[in-house]
């Protein structure tokens, strides 16, 4: 059984910044992250064993630090205003991608576009990105473009983690809307994902026969990872850690391809790594009868 490593894959900078800033020793003990810093459980794990409080938005109140922080996913700027009238000293760990993303969102309302965000509503990075315009729609499927009725101007932007062939067939959509006369796109996708949906491809042009996409149960570029090994009708598993391969994945396998979403560290992916190989080499020796 063929083992290959997606060329891209793992921890984005943005995530990497991130941790290294709430793993900073001056804030031992002494820090409140606000929402899930990266969507990896191994990783939030030694966050907590370093005395960093993670709490998601609706327990504010319960913040007992007098420094707070604002994942890598970014926040409205009212949430950082709001914490800093309580008193907090707030750090800010926003990816300067997804910074990118509110700037060009608020650019395109400027200019006189009714701004859409193609992504999904409950991420916290679309939350902060529509806190911070006056009015918007987020799109994630061709049923919520009803409500675009009666705009003409509309200006796109996307979720940075979304799958490129998704957004552009929702920007085709709106473009062919009735009523719809100027669009204007402006993609969002950050680089360091698109890198790791081409190293997919890579992978699939490779014919692997069977995906390991290894990321925190609720990271959503990890799934669209998935999606996007799946979508080509090859068989592809999401998992957290080592422990959750099952051997029957493997058996008669000729050639997995691993990847990794975007908070996955590489410690884990070596381990997954590792227990790879060892199910391929437990096979041989099965199927040779030793
Ligand atoms: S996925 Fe992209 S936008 Fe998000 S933190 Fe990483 S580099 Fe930044």
Redesign the pocket.
């Known amino acids: 059984m063929r083992i290959t490593l997606a060329q891209a894959m793992g921890t984005?900078?943005?995530?990497q910044d991130?941790i290294d800033m709430a793993l900073d020793p001056e804030f031992r003990d002494r820090l409140t992250v606000v929402g899930q810093l990266v969507h990896n459980p191994q990783t939030m794990e030694r966050l907590k064993a370093n005395g960093v409080r993670i709490i998601e938005r609706d327990q504010i109140a319960t913040i007992t630090t007098k420094a707070v922080m604002i994942t890598?996913?970014g926040a409205s700027d009212s949430t950082k205003q709001d914490l800093e009238a309580q008193g907090y000293t707030v750090y800010d760990a926003t990816?300067?991608?997804?910074i990118r993303l509110h700037k060009l969102a608020r650019f395109l309302q400027r200019q006189g576009y009714f701004p859409v965000i193609v992504g999904e509503a409950s991420h916290v990075?679309v939350r902060g990105v529509v806190g911070n315009l006056s009015d918007s729609l987020v799109v994630n499927d061709e049923e919520d473009l009803s409500g675009l009725v009666g705009h003409s101007r509309i200006g796109i932007v996307s979720q940075?983690?979304n799958r490129l062939e998704k957004v552009q067939r929702i920007v085709a959509k709106i473009r062919a809307l009735p009523g719809v006369e100027d669009v204007r796109f402006i993609d969002t996708i950050?680089?360091?994902?698109k890198e790791r949906q081409r190293a997919i491809h890579d992978l699939l042009a490779q014919d692997i026969d069977l995906g390991i996409v290894i990321g925190g149960s609720n990271s959503a570029?990890t799934r669209k990872l998935m999606e996007l090994i799946r979508d080509k009708g090859v068989e592809a598993h999401h998992i957290e850690r080592a422990e959750d391969l099952e051997a029957a994945w493997f058996a008669g396998r000729q050639h997995v391809g691993i990847t990794a979403g975007?908070s996955t560290p590489q410690d884990v992916i070596e381990s997954v790594h590792a227990a790879i190989r060892a199910l391929g080499a437990a096979q041989r020796i099965d199927q040779h009868g030793r």
Not at 190 to 193: D, I, K, S, T
């Open positions: 984005c900078f943005g995530v991130a890598a996913h990816c300067p991608l997804v990075e940075t983690t950050c680089e360091p994902v570029n975007t």
